[in-house]
């Protein structure tokens, strides 16, 4: 079973960037699905981007697309997102979460989950 962790998030003003990391560990990295799902206060956990295990393929949410971009180092079992260009309203927690050799949009695909990470921008 997966383990994740997430680290880098923290307060960036709008405009700025950030760059969010997941390590894996206790499970073959490479064999899952990845993706980034967030969560603001008062609001369902939303999906924000997925990458295939071999990171031949990756899918954005719409609000995120052209500035957000995942990616993922199997050598190193870690997950990333590039954030810039960022907004007031991408303030939320941001989770990453794994499927075994598989992936998609809704959160309920994925059985495994880090704890999260704050990323707020203020304005």
């Known amino acids: 079973q997966v383990q994740l962790v997430e680290s880098g998030g923290g307060l960036v003003q709008a405009g700025g960037s950030l760059r969010l990391s997941c390590a894996a560990s206790?499970?073959?990295?490479?064999?899952?699905?990845m993706a980034w799902l967030r969560q603001a206060p008062g609001k369902e956990r939303e999906f924000v981007a997925s990458?295939?295990?071999?990171?031949?393929?990756?899918s954005y949410a719409d609000f995120v697309k052209g500035r957000f971009t995942i990616s993922r180092d199997n050598a190193k079992n870690t997950l990333y997102l590039q954030m810039n260009s960022l907004k007031p309203e991408d303030t939320a927690v941001y989770y990453c979460?794994?499927?075994?050799?598989?992936?998609?949009?809704?959160?309920?695909?994925?059985?495994?989950w880090g704890q999260g990470t704050q990323v707020t921008v203020s304005s």
């Open positions: 979460a794994a499927a075994l050799r598989a992936m998609g949009r809704a959160t309920g695909n994925y059985p495994y």
């Open positions: 206790g499970g073959p990295f490479s064999m899952y699905g």
């Open positions: 990458i295939h295990w071999s990171g031949s393929s990756t």
